[in-house]
């Protein structure tokens, strides 16, 4: 399997242009995948992760999305199926097995850093594996967790969002989003804090920091706390 780095591309206008995000719906009368669109979202994690960003192709054979997910191989198909549906990515019938496009994986602009070796334990996604697939959190929070990905200032390592900011790119209402947010928190994938905010009718927006990704402020916070220390 690909030596990964701290972080890769992820391509994500889909979820701020398009509100992509909002596709993804629990339903509660059946008509719905629910664990497919769960086992979708979790199968673009290691696909982004696996892509050449060169030609945009990950190849991740059946055997290797098992491994890295913890998830069934009727999942990995239903997955693949809604992601294509969504056209987030393509399959060429004609290439060989196991070889996925990611869309617009290979442009200079549009993504986000996704954090991608610092998830890895054994080659598994560590946080993946107290997912179940069977509760509406799981999708709200990896839905959360791509809006923060896509939302992310570069210079601070953290994305600013209001309860309002996420309903509008996400579709997640008040009560959605704290339990996705507890949801990530518990799985160490995110660290969260609330700031004043006075564009918010709740009166703050949550500072949400990717612990996996470390940038100038995190070195220098680092270096003052070890200075700060007595010999």
Same mark, same amino acid.
């Given at each position: 399997m690909t030596n990964l780095k701290a972080w890769?591309?992820?391509? !994500? @206008?889909?979820? %701020?242009?398009? %509100?992509?995000?909002?596709?993804?719906?629990?339903?509660?009368?059946?008509?719905?995948?629910?664990?497919?669109?769960?086992?979708? #979202?979790?199968?673009?994690v290691a696909l982004a992760h696996h892509t050449n960003k060169e030609t945009g192709l990950a190849r991740l054979s059946y055997?290797?999305?098992?491994?890295i997910l913890g998830i069934s191989r009727p999942l990995v198909s239903r997955g693949l199926n809604e992601l294509e549906a969504r056209k987030i990515i393509t399959r060429d019938p004609n290439q060989?097995?196991?070889?996925? !496009?990611? !869309? =617009?994986?290979?442009?200079?602009?549009?993504?986000?850093?996704?954090?991608?070796?610092?998830?890895?334990?054994? @080659?598994?996604?560590?946080?993946?594996?107290?997912?179940?697939?069977? =509760?509406?959190?799981?999708?709200?929070?990896?839905? #959360?967790?791509?809006?923060?990905?896509?939302?992310r200032d570069n210079k601070t390592n953290r994305a600013y969002i209001s309860y309002d900011k996420i309903r509008e790119h996400s579709g997640l209402w008040p009560n959605q989003i704290r339990p996705a947010i507890s949801t990530l928190a518990a799985n160490s994938l995110v660290s969260v804090n609330?700031?004043?905010? !006075?564009?918010?009718?709740y009166g703050y927006a949550n500072e949400f920091h990717l612990p996996q990704i470390r940038d100038s402020q995190d070195n220098i916070a680092e270096r003052s706390l070890i200075h700060s220390i007595p010999a």
């Amino acid at each position: 399997m690909t030596n990964l780095k701290a972080w890769t591309k992820l391509p !994500t @206008g889909w979820i %701020q242009h398009e %509100q992509g995000l909002k596709t993804y719906k629990w339903s509660t009368k059946g008509n719905t995948d629910n664990a497919g669109q769960i086992a979708a #979202l979790m199968l673009l994690v290691a696909l982004a992760h696996h892509t050449n960003k060169e030609t945009g192709l990950a190849r991740l054979s059946y055997d290797a999305m098992l491994h890295i997910l913890g998830i069934s191989r009727p999942l990995v198909s239903r997955g693949l199926n809604e992601l294509e549906a969504r056209k987030i990515i393509t399959r060429d019938p004609n290439q060989i097995r196991g070889t996925i !496009t990611l !869309t =617009n994986a290979t442009e200079d602009s549009g993504w986000g850093k996704l954090p991608a070796s610092g998830l890895y334990r054994d @080659g598994r996604i560590l946080a993946f594996d107290t997912f179940k697939l069977r =509760n509406a959190a799981e999708l709200d929070a990896l839905k #959360l967790y791509f809006l923060i990905v896509a939302l992310r200032d570069n210079k601070t390592n953290r994305a600013y969002i209001s309860y309002d900011k996420i309903r509008e790119h996400s579709g997640l209402w008040p009560n959605q989003i704290r339990p996705a947010i507890s949801t990530l928190a518990a799985n160490s994938l995110v660290s969260v804090n609330h700031v004043s905010s !006075t564009k918010s009718e709740y009166g703050y927006a949550n500072e949400f920091h990717l612990p996996q990704i470390r940038d100038s402020q995190d070195n220098i916070a680092e270096r003052s706390l070890i200075h700060s220390i007595p010999a």
